[in-house]
């Protein structure tokens, strides 16, 4: 495993992302408090104008169920820009209710599958995780406000060096990204209070659950590389046995195993 070059990380102007972000903040906070009253939904905004204007439109889904309070999970993405983790000419869909597409078949998950899956990753655990499957870097984003340390492992170079170059412009200085086989884990680092896996396994691979730390959880889209797939939680329990919870369905592209 290496770590991915951030040479081409340039200084941000702070100036103009705080104001930005403290309009959008704003906004957010209204929504919070609509939604606030019908609890357990999922919460998605569409970007209208990367300009002037600065709109945002808040759609509330159908509710999550299985006793999910996705709101605190969606308090902290409204502070991550998604907009500045697709390409320029996606930027209008950038706060939709749906997957992006990145390239090399994958894509950026649906807000409500980014807040789902961090959720039942973070919940009662906040100090190390581990990413498969970096993509462009936003759910890394996500995870780096809610633990201490990211480390994410993506294997197409050229989407790891794009990620963590956004990642150091953004000054998500807790996230590190590297370059490798995803499914051998980053043990150098084990282990790993959370792992959020971000293709199928079929099965989850026993290098991964040997990487997570007693007590941790792994959170994976488990079935068929064409799918559909089944989202699971594995936990590790005390005597180092696996407890296994299925949540819903789910579709995600392949992983690959190089690039």
Do not use: C
Not at 7 to 26: D, L, M, N, Y
Not at 29 to 37: D, K, Q
Not at 151 to 166: D, F, K, N
Not at 207 to 222: E, M, R, Y
């Amino acid at each position: 495993m290496r770590e991915a070059d951030r040479s081409s990380v340039h200084p941000v102007a702070f100036a103009q992302v705080v104001v930005w972000g403290a309009g959008v903040f704003t906004l957010f906070a209204v929504s919070y408090f609509t939604v606030w009253l019908s609890r357990n939904v999922a919460l998605g905004a569409r970007y209208v104008t990367p300009n002037d204007g600065a709109t945002l439109q808040v759609a509330v889904f159908e509710p999550v169920g299985h006793g999910f309070d996705l709101i605190p999970t969606f308090s902290v993405m409204v502070r991550v820009p998604r907009h500045r983790f697709v390409s320029d000419w996606r930027r209008e869909d950038a706060y939709a209710a749906k997957s992006l597409p990145i390239g090399w078949g994958r894509t950026i998950p649906e807000p409500f599958l980014v807040a789902l899956m961090t959720d039942l990753a973070a919940r009662g655990r906040g100090h190390k995780v581990l990413e498969i499957g970096t993509g462009a870097g936003y759910q890394a984003a996500v995870l780096s406000e809610m633990f201490e340390r990211v480390y994410t492992i993506e294997p197409v170079e050229t989407l790891a060096q794009r990620a963590a170059a956004t990642l150091g412009d953004l000054g998500y200085g807790n996230v590190t990204v590297g370059v490798g086989d995803p499914f051998e884990g980053w043990p150098e680092f084990a282990p790993f209070d959370s792992i959020v896996v971000k293709g199928p396994v079929e099965p989850v691979p026993q290098t991964l659950i040997d990487q997570l730390a007693l007590g941790g959880k792994l959170v994976a889209p488990v079935g068929p590389r064409e799918g559909p797939q089944v989202l699971q939680v594995l936990e590790k329990l005390p005597d180092g046995s696996v407890a296994t919870r299925s949540v819903l369905e789910v579709r995600f592209p392949p992983l690959p195993s190089d690039d």
